[in-house]
């Protein structure tokens, strides 16, 4: 067996270097942390801000994701700001989307504050200086610094991007070919008359298979079971008819925003209320791309409801047109072991491989796994609970950013971000230097929830970290995970001083 290397940072030294206060610390370079920074300077031009991010440059997953084809799931109308206008087609690669971030980072001048290759290792509040002292390593050069800062923003996403997750199979070291994670694809890899086998059925395997299905000899995917798939168009014809009207794209941005935050609100509503006919129209919708004699009950027919895992996006059903083709193919099986030259499944078959893509998911990180401290106690975040998804009981001054599941992360990025410059406007006003979520009195007995309801969500990304997550309770505001329909109204009108915030 062999795998791809993956690379070490430098070696750390031991004395820390002061880089000064800040009024807000933005930790993670990335649509959220980005999106932020706007909010941010729109609001509040004169305070102090500075971005930290692990990575060597912006984008987050889009920076990290470098596997054949690595494109958006959702459309871009509404993966996009509210404040910029998409202007490219519905569904865009990864390229145009790290372009549409760095045109905000020009336009809002926050490339000066971005500092590359930080990672936080360390963040302690003190109550005593109503400060955070975060602690940071600079992967280039080894250094450590210390920043100071009045609001601690936490903006790094929930991906693991140095620990993919990696099923152990067995017979894996006897298998002779290569074995590749999506999250750490070579860049020199030669597909050219390979036989690859890519593990998998989500949003990953989607993504990738079309991508590689022309330049290798043959790729199969191997799923243990299937996933829901939507076929949209690359292009929105509604954009192209107002285009070519010359309407302004600010108005274009905001009609298509609406009409994809509708088309996914319908459907997150059938989810639960009629997840049949949902069902039925996601299954029946793929069904006249597909070859003909295809199985569909046995590859195209999930286990779970519509929309309790992703549903993954196949722009112009370009993975269907790879299984027309004969360049892809679908098993449903399990694996049994892995042998010399490829997979023997549960059936007795042997799919004959000379590369294995283990597009398996990822590992979610709480927080960056950044160690975190309340006036010299370490924070048990499993024992804690969330406000609205946006802050943690008994941390002050810290908040965080976490996308919807449905619809497009960025969507909550603006949500949140109005909620937190609402939050500092009443800080403001109240004179007060700190502000964490505290239980009330008739909280006290409230169940602590694990982070996700499986009935609701039960991705295998969110089902193996439910221990190392934070808490949710079964009343407002100690919620989190809800549709944008139900933020929508929720968050903007949110009391902000309900008792469950305590200011000082």
């Not at 109005?418 to 009330?440: F, S």
Request: charged share 25%.
């Amino acid at each position: 067996m062999t795998t791809a290397p993956t690379a070490t940072p430098a070696q750390a030294t031991a004395e820390i270097e002061d880089e000064g206060h800040v009024d807000v610390l933005i930790v993670g370079a990335g649509v959220s942390g980005i999106g932020f920074a706007h909010h941010l300077r729109e609001r509040f031009p004169d305070q102090s801000f500075v971005i930290l991010d692990a990575q060597d440059n912006r984008g987050g997953t889009w920076w990290t994701h470098r596997y054949p084809g690595v494109r958006s799931d959702s459309d871009l109308f509404t993966y996009g700001y509210r404040f910029k206008p998409w202007r490219g087609p519905a569904i865009a690669a990864g390229g145009e989307i790290l372009s549409y971030l760095d045109e905000v980072i020009e336009e809002d001048d926050l490339a000066g504050h971005i500092r590359y290759q930080h990672e936080v290792t360390d963040a302690a509040w003190s109550t005593a200086d109503r400060r955070w002292t975060v602690e940071v390593t600079r992967a280039d050069t080894g250094q450590r610094l210390r920043y100071i800062a009045g609001f601690l923003m936490m903006c790094q996403g929930y991906y693991n991007h140095a620990k993919p997750y990696k099923p152990r199979w067995e017979g894996m070291d006897r298998f002779q070919g290569l074995i590749v994670h999506p999250q750490q694809w070579p860049e020199d890899l030669d597909l050219a008359g390979k036989r690859v086998v890519v593990i998998g059925s989500g949003a990953t395997a989607a993504t990738l298979i079309p991508a590689i299905a022309g330049q290798a000899e043959h790729v199969t995917m191997l799923q243990r079971s299937p996933s829901y798939y939507f076929a949209p168009p690359v292009t929105d014809e509604l954009a192209e008819q107002l285009r070519a009207l010359d309407i302004p794209e600010e108005w274009t941005h905001e009609i298509l925003r609406r009409k994809f935050m509708a088309q996914t609100n319908m459907l997150a509503r059938m989810s639960t209320e009629s997840p049949a006919e949902l069902h039925a129209f996601l299954v029946e919708s793929v069904r006249p791309l597909l070859p003909e004699g295809f199985d569909v009950d046995k590859h195209l027919t999930p286990r779970y409801r519509p929309w309790q895992q992703r549903i993954a996006i196949v722009p112009d059903g370009d993975l269907f047109a790879a299984l027309r083709d004969g360049n892809a193919s679908i098993v449903t099986d399990t694996i049994e072991t892995f042998t010399e030259h490829g997979i023997k499944v549960s059936s007795g078959e042997e799919i004959p491989a000379d590369i294995v893509v283990s597009a398996t998911g990822f590992n979610m990180s709480l927080f960056g796994d950044v160690a975190f401290a309340v006036d010299g106690e370490p924070v048990d975040f499993t024992g804690r609970v969330t406000w609205r998804g946006i802050m943690i009981s008994g941390v002050p001054n810290m908040a965080y950013i976490f996308g919807y599941f449905r619809h497009s992360w960025t969507l909550r990025v603006d949500l949140v971000s109005d909620l937190l410059i609402r939050l500092m406007e009443n800080m403001a006003v109240k004179d007060a230097t700190m502000v964490a979520p505290a239980l009330r009195p008739e909280d006290a007995d409230m169940p602590l929830l694990p982070f996700a309801d499986p009935e609701n969500f039960n991705s295998g990304y969110v089902m193996r970290s439910q221990h190392l997550l934070f808490r949710r309770g079964d009343r407002e505001p100690w919620t989190h995970l809800l549709e944008l329909e139900q933020e929508q109204e929720i968050l903007p009108k949110a009391d902000l001083d309900d008792g469950t915030l305590a200011y000082r």
